[in-house]
Nanobody, 126 residues
Framework: QVPLVESGGGLVQAGGSLRLSCAAS????????MGWFRQAPGKEREFVAA????????NYADSVKGRFTISRDDAKNTVFLQMNSLKPEDTAVYYC???????????????????WGQGTQVTVSS
C-alpha cells in the first residue's frame, strides 16, 4: 500500500483558485505516474490530469486544459494541482492516484491506477 493524503480543498467563488496537494508515504514516489481524478454527485469518477514519473510529460482532460496545472516535488513526495478560473461544474471530490504503469499518463481510465487517496471536496459557487 502507498498511503496518499489530499489537502487544499474548500469553497471558492467562480473565477477563483485553489491548490490541491497530495502527500505520499514511502520511498518509491519518484517512480510513480501520478494523477488527479474527480467525482461529482451522481457521476462517474473522471480523469483530470496526470504527470509522468520524470515530470517531463503531463496530460489533461479537455475540460480543464488551460486552467489546471499538475506538478510534483519528488523531494517532498508531493503532487499538486493548481486550479485557476474555477467554474461551478468543477465542483467535485478530487482524488489523488498513483500507478507504476507509464500508461497512467495517457490512459485516462481509473483502472490503470493502483493507489488512491480519500479525496478532498472542492465546491465552486456561482
Amino acid at each position: 500500500q502507498v498511503p496518499l493524503v489530499e489537502s487544499g480543498g474548500g469553497l471558492v467563488q467562480a473565477g477563483g483558485s485553489l491548490r490541491l496537494s497530495c502527500a505520499a508515504s514511502g520511498r518509491f514516489f519518484s517512480s510513480f505516474t501520478m494523477g488527479w481524478f474527480r467525482q461529482a454527485p451522481g457521476k462517474e469518477r473522471e480523469f483530470v490530469a496526470a504527470i509522468s514519473w520524470s515530470s517531463t510529460s503531463t496530460n489533461y482532460a479537455d475540460s480543464v486544459k488551460g486552467r489546471f496545472t499538475i506538478s510534483r516535488d519528488d523531494a517532498k513526495n508531493t503532487v499538486f494541482l493548481q486550479m485557476n478560473s474555477l467554474k461551478p461544474e468543477d465542483t467535485a471530490v478530487y482524488y489523488c492516484a498513483a500507478t507504476w504503469s507509464p500508461h497512467g499518463l495517457k490512459d485516462q481510465s481509473r483502472n490503470v491506477y493502483d493507489y488512491w487517496g480519500q479525496g478532498t471536496q472542492v465546491t465552486v459557487s456561482s
